[in-house]
């Protein structure tokens, strides 16, 4: 299982590698995301806690569906 794991890891990685502006992409996306989502909320750590919360559990859901 680990092998199997291993080798699709390596084959996306290097599919990856070939196309650069799509990591790119990806990477000034996530980028623009994390920093404009606490710009646009505010300032208030009452409120950003309620987001991290909610995107928490939004990743835990996502990541039990992937198994």
Same mark, same amino acid.
């Given at each position: 299982?680990?092998?199997? *794991?291993?080798? @699709?890891?390596?084959?996306?990685l ?6 650069r502006?799509?990591v790119?992409n990806?990477?000034? *996306? *996530?980028?623009v @995301?994390?920093?404009?989502v606490?710009?646009g909320?505010g ?8 987001i991290?919360?909610?995107?928490s559990g939004?990743r835990?859901c996502?990541?039990r569906s992937?198994?």
């Amino acid at each position: 299982m680990t092998r199997t *794991f291993a080798a @699709v890891v390596r084959r996306d990685l290097l599919l990856a590698a070939r196309q650069r502006a799509d990591v790119a992409n990806t990477l000034l *996306f *996530f980028l623009v @995301v994390v920093t404009m989502v606490p710009l646009g909320v505010g300032p208030e750590i009452n409120t950003l806690r309620t987001i991290a919360r909610a995107w928490s559990g939004w990743r835990r859901c996502w990541r039990r569906s992937c198994r």
